[in-house]
């Protein structure tokens, strides 16, 4: 069943810009936070970044830093994640994943393993 589900993903020319969207079916799935991750292939699953509900607070990787903005939807159960600016290293599977961590911090929503649910991915390709 599904409880995340992303939207958004598409192809693009680098500079340019897609708004990925990911909303959780319940409130139930979208835990104390909700996030990005991205898999390009051959490499492992990389954080892009994570927003917390109650106080908006933002995790971002360093490489997507100023050119990517996460937000939330409370009403919603959702979240989005504008991107500006896109590279071609940008290129990549992009999931959304509810964290459950019992702490949040920087190296919190950086590890997987403190997430629970995942959406399917929206594959986000930037190419020339």
């Known amino acids: 069943q599904v409880h995340l589900l992303e939207s958004g993903g598409g192809t693009v020319q680098p500079g340019g810009s897609l708004r990925l969207s990911c909303a959780a079916s319940?409130?139930?799935?979208?835990?104390?936070?909700m996030g990005w991750f991205r898999q390009a292939p051959g490499k492992d699953r990389e954080f892009v970044a994570v927003?917390?509900?109650?106080?908006?607070?933002?995790f971002y990787e360093d490489s997507v830093k100023g050119r990517f903005t996460i937000s939330s939807d409370d009403a919603k159960n959702a979240v989005n994640l504008q991107m500006i600016s896109l590279k071609l290293e940008d290129t990549a599977i992009y999931y959304c994943?509810?964290?459950?961590?019992?702490?949040?911090?920087?190296?919190?929503?950086?590890?997987?393993?403190?997430?629970?649910?995942w959406g399917q991915g929206t594959q986000v390709t930037v190419s020339s």
């Open positions: 994943a509810t964290f459950f961590g019992p702490y949040y911090s920087d190296y919190d929503a950086r590890r997987a393993n403190n997430y629970d649910y």
């Open positions: 927003i917390s509900w109650n106080r908006g607070i933002a």
């Open positions: 319940e409130r139930t799935f979208r835990g104390y936070a």
